[in-house]
């Protein structure tokens, strides 16, 4: 199993592979469903939108041939791809916080996943589904929307569905949880006296890697017996009661997400021995120490070592696993689809899929998120509107999930609130080569020994990747500098190059200009 590095497939390779290219050319003259602009004035365009938990693009529809995601791919022949898409930080309610209010994570606060956005924001804020509620729409979020814990119940028509298992591993198997419930249960019995004046809550915090289980699970179960073909199921029962009402149903979809548990089915499609590692797994020549972190993420897991890289076969493993993850909310993706259109509401819904970041799969060494590189800031996605002509097509402009509020509002005919800090897409989806954005930003805050709190911005122009580390009280700055057109990987940080020091100079005045000075013209 070949793993190339992220290098792009010609789009036009992609449908001829998957045999609808033909079709596609049929739907871009003639897309069935289409309404009049006298029908599409008259009933409002419904909103089917699904998030991915730690989705990166290693996707079938974005030349990643060796992951099996037909029901992604199918999305994506049937509507526009976003190839340069990226979040505005690298970790979950950051980056959900931030799409979902239209604004940047370095202007709402929240940079953890403990802030909720009104504690920062205020109550006057209108989030996205929100909007929508406001202007009669019915919402609904089907688990993990907004960061667990820091749900907004004022942007839903009703109380939030999470799935029936709400533990701390998200594993939803009996043999698994049963050992980790017995041995927190002895563990508790053993130290009572140390943890009896600790909530339970604290206790667990304490001592959670003990209880974590392994990093990955390949039971014999049916989808439904974890959390996310449970959350398909419940957006398919929404789907067959919500009559005649406009709705907002955001399905949330918590793999690939550690732990990797996923049906044994989806593991079957990715032999161990055919997995290939990315070859890239040594930190950036040249990088500022502060770019990179010991992923303490996996860390957590009992099976992972605590210092130091992992072997190549625990690599091999790891890897398969989230393949495998990849591919069972692939079908869960399917299955919500094939009822849409079951339903009769395909034609008047706009479905986009997208992942809340992207993750590191032992590129430049390390596993998980919480970086600015390429691999974590870049992510999937993908939209599918009624009346778009673009589609079957990819675009190359970039664009960023702070742009998915205004465009949702545009395409639904809605007023865009004054707060929202992104662009609407909704010109591309008529073409898909416009001219766009100059740049698109990722920030991320990182604590470093004897400094503090640096802030990590970085931007990803049309060909670099140029990012500052700053902290100026303490006089700290690094810069990082990556000539996509010869190191698209970034793997070679060129920004200490005297030879650079122009374009770096011209990078760091645009980077200072900001998101403002990045709007299409």
């Known amino acids: 199993m070949n793993r190339p590095t992220r290098k792009n497939m010609d789009r036009r390779d992609f449908l001829k592979k998957t045999a609808v290219g033909a079709a596609v050319l049929g739907l871009a003259l003639n897309i069935p469903g289409c309404m009049s602009k006298k029908e599409s004035t008259a009933k409002k365009k419904n909103i089917l939108f699904i998030s991915v938990d730690d989705l990166n693009t290693d996707l079938n529809c974005y030349g990643a041939e060796y992951i099996h995601s037909p029901n992604i791919d199918k999305l994506a022949s049937e509507g526009l791809l976003f190839n340069r898409s990226y979040c505005q930080m690298s970790v979950c309610s950051p980056s959900r916080t931030s799409l979902l209010t239209g604004t940047r994570p370095e202007n709402n606060g929240v940079m953890d996943l403990k802030t909720h956005f009104r504690d920062t924001l205020g109550d006057d804020i209108t989030t996205l589904p929100q909007h929508f509620k406001n202007h009669g729409y019915y919402t609904r979020s089907f688990s993990k929307i907004f960061h667990p814990t ?3 119940p004022r942007s839903w028509s009703e109380e939030s569905w999470w ?11 009996p043999e698994i949880d049963n050992v980790l419930n017995a041995e927190f249960k002895q563990f508790i019995a053993d130290n009572a006296e140390e943890l009896e004046d600790l909530p339970k809550e604290e206790q667990f ?3 959670r890697r003990k209880f974590r289980g392994p990093s990955w699970g390949a039971p014999e179960v049916e989808d439904n017996q974890l959390a996310d073909g449970e959350c398909a199921d419940e957006v398919i029962k929404a789907l067959r009661s919500v009559g005649d009402k406009p709705f907002f149903f955001a399905a949330g979809l ?6 990797w548990v996923a049906p044994k089915k989806y593991y079957d499609l990715y032999p161990l021995d055919e997995i290939e590692l990315a070859d890239n797994n040594y930190f950036p020549e040249d990088a500022p120490a502060v770019a990179g972190f010991n992923w303490g993420e996996l860390r957590k897991y009992r099976d992972i070592p605590q210092e130091g890289p992992v072997s190549d076969k625990q690599a091999a493993e790891l890897t398969r696993a989230y393949y495998a993850c990849v591919s069972f909310i692939d079908a869960q993706v399917g299955k919500m689809m094939a009822e849409l259109e079951a339903q009769g509401l395909r034609e008047n819904t706009i479905v986009i899929l997208w992942g809340d970041h992207g993750f590191h799969l032992l590129d430049h060494g390390i596993w998980c998120k919480h970086t600015n590189f390429e691999v974590a800031a870049r992510a999937p996605m993908i939209i599918s509107a009624p009346g778009m002509t673009e589609v079957g097509k990819t675009s ?19 007023s865009i609130p004054k707060h929202v800090e992104g662009t609407s ?7 898909a080569d416009l001219s766009w954005k100059k740049a698109a930003f990722t920030v991320y805050p990182r604590k470093v020994a004897n400094v503090g709190v640096v802030m990590g911005t970085s931007m990803r122009t049309d060909r670099y990747r140029y990012a500052e580390w700053r902290n100026d009280a303490a006089g700290f700055l690094e810069m990082e500098l990556y ?5 698209p990987d970034e793997n070679v940080n060129i920004a200490n190059l005297p030879e650079n020091s122009v374009i770096v100079n011209k990078l760091s005045n645009q980077l200072a200009a900001g998101w403002k000075g990045a709007i299409p013209e």
Not at 163 to 173: A, G, W
Not at 483 to 487: F, I, Y
Request: proline share 9%; aromatic share 12%.
């Open 150 to 152: 820091l749900d907004d």
């Open 163 to 173: 799935s029936q298992y709400p533990d701390k591993f998200n594993y939803r198997v």
């Open 205 to 207: 915090n304490r001592f």
């Open 254 to 259: 918590r793999k690939p997400h550690l732990p």
């Open 396 to 414: 190359e402009a970039l664009t960023e999930f702070v742009d998915i509020f205004p465009t949702l509002c545009e395409l639904a005919n809605l």
């Open 425 to 431: 897409y909704k010109p591309l989806l008529n073409n």
């Open 483 to 487: 000539d996509h057109a010869s190191d």
